[in-house]
């Protein structure tokens, strides 16, 4: 994948649905979250034309407090999880990645200033000056290592009318490791949008 890929939000669509393009202009995936579901129900096609369901992320509780997220491709297998940090994120959000079946976690990720999306929130609630928050607060996001090395980082970028954030990738990474991480970015942008 040629990085930085870029995530775009419709924001006037009913249920949320983000397109992920790379560099060029090239569709990696479009995601649809399903509404009114008792448990996340996430389908990630190859492009916004839905003939071809690359993977579905499913949660493993309805309360989503702390649930896990799980990623599999079209064939059940199994590409990897990432679970919500339940206490610890209620300042700033905290996530941990999981590869197949491991209960520890091989990737963190965190809100590198929380106050920034704080702020977002508190001033997007304001009628006129909602307008242009898009432009003014940016949260961004990091996956380490274990040894603190940052892997990935998403951050939002400025835009009027749609939700637009860049991931890009800063180390090496195993396949299986990169698409662990991008369906990870996917679910914690998804949450953390909900969230404010």
């Keep these: 994948m040629n990085y930085p890929l870029q995530l775009r939000f419709k924001i006037v669509a009913l249920a949320p649905q983000i397109f992920v393009e790379d560099a060029q202009g090239n569709t990696i995936c479009y995601v649809k979250q399903k509404l009114f579901k008792f448990k996340e129900n996430i389908q990630v096609f190859s492009d916004a034309s839905k003939n071809k369901q690359i993977a579905t992320i499913a949660a493993n509780k309805v309360i989503d407090w702390s649930a896990r997220y799980f990623f599999t491709d079209t064939e059940g297998n199994e590409i990897g999880s ?58 961004t996001y990091a996956a380490t290592r274990a040894d603190g090395t940052v892997a990935m980082r998403v951050r939002k970028q400025p835009a009027f009318f749609e939700g637009k954030f860049t991931i890009e990738k800063l180390t090496d990474l ?23």
């Design 82 to 139: 990432v679970g919500r940090q339940g206490m610890k994120s209620i300042w700033r959000a905290r996530y941990d990645v999981f590869n197949p079946g491991d209960e520890v976690s091989d990737f963190k990720i965190q809100e590198e200033n929380p106050w920034s999306k704080v702020m977002d929130s508190v001033v997007g609630g304001i009628p006129v000056l909602s307008m242009f928050t898009g432009y003014m607060f940016h949260p």
């Design 174 to 196: 195993s396949l299986q490791e990169e698409l662990n991480l991008i369906y990870s970015f996917l679910m914690l942008l998804l949450l953390e949008r909900a969230r404010g």
